[in-house]
């Protein structure tokens, strides 16, 4: 289903004076084994349009690359569950603040870099600033996902990582909807956003965060992994 906006979300916005219509797509939860060129030619194909630019969450694309993990499958060290508990959480999400989400990170990422992220971190948190754990560690380590109360299952018993080569992805499935439409692999929340990869250039990347600045897809049970924008 597709045309209304999720609940709590405008329709349309206005940037740099050109209104854009985001237009979320409907999907069946999309799990393990599924093909996302699959999930894409079912859903978003028929509404795509050319001139669109179709943005697909980052955590859609990591799910069909294997890179979800059930919180039973995770065997925690005891540093990861340290570390995390110096991790400040938001009720936008838990990020690293739980020893399984620390714990991937440390394998993603490396322990010294995941070290690293946490001294400077401290240090800098000591003078108000914010932030710098991420930014040293990278945005392998800002783009897992772990489980919240409004998370679908069966992710709300799991730790999802960020996809490999979003950039190829978005190349591929721009390719495979006839070029007609530019593509965004997105990690977007309630309280911002990335992209992690497009066939957007950098300019064209900054508006697209702005565009989705409000998180237009939500972020508890909407199941509106794909979302349309389109000159209003």
Do not use: W
Request: with cysteine; net charge positive; hydrophobic share 40%.
């Amino acid at each position: 289903m597709t045309g209304a906006a999720n609940e709590g979300k405008a329709l349309e916005v206005v940037v740099d004076g050109t209104s854009y219509a985001r237009i979320p797509i409907r999907t069946r939860v999309v799990m393990p084994g599924d093909d996302l060129d699959a999930v894409i030619s079912e859903y978003a194909a028929s509404v795509v349009q050319p001139g669109d630019l179709l943005f697909v969450t980052e955590k859609i694309v990591a799910i069909t690359q294997g890179r979800s993990y059930r919180l039973d499958e995770i065997t925690v060290r005891p540093l990861a569950r340290t570390l995390s508990k110096y991790v400040t959480r938001t009720p936008y999400g838990i990020g690293l603040g739980m020893p399984e989400t620390m714990e991937m990170a440390l394998r993603e990422c490396g322990t010294p870099r995941i070290l690293l992220a946490a001294a400077v971190s401290a240090v800098t948190k000591l003078f108000g600033r914010r932030g710098d754990f991420y930014r040293v560690a990278g945005d392998k380590a800002r783009a897992i996902d772990g489980p919240t109360s409004g998370t679908i299952p069966p992710y709300n018993q799991a730790v999802v990582l960020g996809p490999t080569d979003p950039r190829g992805v978005a190349a591929r499935v721009k390719a495979q909807l006839g070029g007609v439409a530019d593509v965004a692999v997105v990690d977007i929340n309630d309280i911002g956003g990335n992209i992690l990869g497009s066939t957007l250039d950098r300019a064209g990347e900054q508006r697209l965060v702005r565009i989705l600045r409000d998180n237009p897809l939500g972020q508890g049970h909407q199941s509106t992994p794909l979302g349309v924008i389109r000159k209003a």
